[in-house]
């Protein structure tokens, strides 16, 4: 359907879907035009969860910023202060100590399963309603990332916004005993995405409801800049994990799960594939993490003992939603220039006005789970 | 006692009061049941501070909706907008007039019993209808709206289940059908075949009735925020909230009736068979509830005019052939 | 129909669980169960081994916070009532918990590992005040058992197997101006050129 050619002020409904639903995974606005429940135009308004991060960013220093970005996605804080470090790192071309570097590759997959957990779960409850089936799976899917959170905790003392990557390595080396729950918690999971897929994908209630909706195609993805998981599930064959290697993900193995349908069924079973992935990923590596240092810098002991070089520097890192990268220009100061972060999820909001048209409300919450935004990241 | 005995009013009066209350009770426990139960599912203990195991938990849900302001919204229809929640309790309760709860106990032993209790209960959709309409938000007007859209389509089935029992038992009454069922022969397991699958497509109808999931596309909280019942808060609230656990007892009691052999059973005949395999069934309804994901409307609306219609009308031919036959 | 009898398999996973232990506790007012070591969350200032107020006032956390929730008023150097040599002293320190992002900063550059992060979880609170850590209840905190990270440990761990840096020269990186009180005894601050690698 064209939205251009309807009047949107003739004889249509205008649901304002958020700023407070349970659908919009944050606080989000979706302004939908509706004729019967069946949408004919739909206007994202991100934006009420905007904190000024990036701003921010040029008045800490480097090392204070980390701990901030750590709310950026606040569901995968591990990936948000890699990227932006690995940014910082690039800037003054540091180069991190492979043991640092294979930690950080296993605290990114322990983070995007916990991660994808998280999708999964508030997917279900879009689809099964907070008091159903959906809660269930929350329930379930919860249950089994808390553990993960109890795995960071050990590491890193904080169950969530960690702080433990540092401009040229980590803060925290991994404690005694970490090894053995890591081992434990993702063999755990992984027995338990059986279960999932066999709350869900044997469910005809499920694939009637994801399959065929929300349909991206690759051209509109690639157009739009979507990454992640919704590109891949379109056909497009594309991980920075794989094709740009960063941390210890060259030295990795690692399978890129790729559908061609492109709807929520497909970004499904490619966040699924991915979950399976990082847990094999993590029970790999946690045997094999060299010894060494874990730090290539000095640690900080001053706010402003890191300087960037006068430059700029992009660094991107697929995180569990794309590619989450960022981009700092730096004056010599201690603090940048300029930070810009480019979330993979303001790029999946941006899909929602060619996705929602023709559909009906139920399909757009379906849709817009399964794009599994972040509206933190989205409005910085 | 005689007097009440044989004053037809009274006797009324005071069975209507007795079932009415025990069923209000009922209701409110089958809250912290379903609570405890689903948070069993989901590997948590459910209520646990409110009285031991938290039974009086739904005692201190009472009294909060109490508490709470009385909010109408602007420019709803107040008329409406405070009536749709006593009428939903009115007519889910007045289907329980006629229930035969033992050999001989029957509030109002209706010789068009089914009838009556199918044609009340299917007026459920108004109420509904009406708290939709009337609140004066676009979110209650959609679950309205997919409410009355979406009653045709589940009560064909649910009438045409219903009707097998009706030419199996040979009577409308509802005391005739489970005394039609005795000695084990449940509709549900004999003849095979109609009558089994004739339950499954009641209860799954009934579960769209009481707004269940998968079926509970009216309220559908995660896409209407709280569907029909977005602007209602405080006692008005509990009401339609109440009244949807009403109606699953209800259902579950009229499946146990109709399906079940009401109150037949191994050793003595009774209340206590009835009780149990409606609160057996009760407990599967929930255990649906707390399993499945929602069907989107239309979605509902095929899979009953394809799929249910077709089979309810096949049930309803094999019994008939049936009852002529054999 | 075919797909209602599939749910058979949600409906089996669901049963599966009901006799699964339960996942949750009730809100562990008395601290729940334990925690692991670094485990990290409100805060304490701790007397140094002397005996004395650990804190020397020198500002280094106050700068460091990165949402500048704590203010530190120098006291300037006094002889300490224990050991009698001279040394920097806080005449106040709060922090506002209220504000606290538990990024564990202001415990990695306390030159004097002051300051330190507790490891109970944290109780909620009734009133901001509740949250408002002032000097006294921040020596109070130091009974509650505390976090592992101390300045010291967590610089030893980051610097842990690297090679000795080049000793640093020696005024490059002077504590700031505004601390009247940092005494001499206060290790020597990284360079502060950064960014060079080993």
Known sequence: MDPENYDPEGDLMILNLGPQHPSTHGVFRVKLWLDGEVCIKAVPYPGYLHRGVEKLCEKLSYVMITPIVDKNDYVSPFINELAINMAFEALNAVETPRRANYLRTLGA??????????????????????????ASVFMHCFRERELILDCF?????????????????????????FAELVRQTYTLIGQRADEYDAMLVDNAIFRARTKGVGTVDAKLAMELGVSGPILRASGIDWDLRRDRPYAAYNEVKLDVPVRYEGDCFARYEVRMAELRESIRIVLDL??????GPICALKPVKLPGAYKGKVGQAYAAVEGPRGELGTWVIADGTDKPYRCKIRPPSYHAVSLIPYLAPGNNVSDIVVTLGSLDPILGEVDR | MSVILENPWLLGAVAGFVVINAMMVTAAWSIWFERKFAGAMQNRPGPTQVGWAG????????????????????NADRALFNLAPPLGMILVLAGLAVFPWAPGWVPADLDIGLLFILSISSLITIPVWMAGWASNNKYALLGGMRAAAQAVSFEVPLLLSALVPIILGGSLRLGDIVAAQADGRWFALWPPGPGSVAFVLFMLASLAEANRIPFDIPEAESELVAGITTE????????????EYLHTAVSSLLGATLFLGGWDGPGPDGIHWLLLKSFALFAGIFWVRWTLLRYRADQFMALCWRVFVPVSLACVAVAAVWRVYA | MIGLLQAFSALRITGLNLFRAKNTEPLPWDGGRVRPERYRTSFALVH????DEACIGCKMCEKICPSQIITVVPGGRAPSPNTGKPRGTAKDFTLDVNACIHCELCVQVCPEDAIVMLRVPEVPGFSREELFLSMEKLYANEKVPASWGTGALLIGMQAEGQPKPPPPPAKAAPPPATTAGVPEATPPAPAAGGGETP
Do not use: C
């Open chain 1, 109 to 134: 997959e322990m983070q995007r399963v916990g991660s994808h957990l998280l999708w999964l779960g508030t997917f279900g409850l879009d689809m099964g309603g907070a008091l159903g089936g959906g």
């Open chain 3, 48 to 51: 140094n081994s002397d005996g």
């Open chain 1, 286 to 291: 946690i045997d094999g993490i060299p010894e």
């Open chain 1, 153 to 177: 905790e050990l590491w890193t003392g904080s169950r969530f916004h960690y702080n433990t990557l540092t401009v040229g390595g980590n803060r925290h080396d991994v404690p005694a005993g």
């Open chain 2, 55 to 74: 039974l009086l938990q739904p005692v201190a849900d009472l009294l909060k909706l109490i508490q709470k302001e009385d909010i109408v919204p602007t």
């Open chain 2, 232 to 243: 209602y808060v405080g006692m008005k609230f509990g009401l339609i909230y109440l009244a």
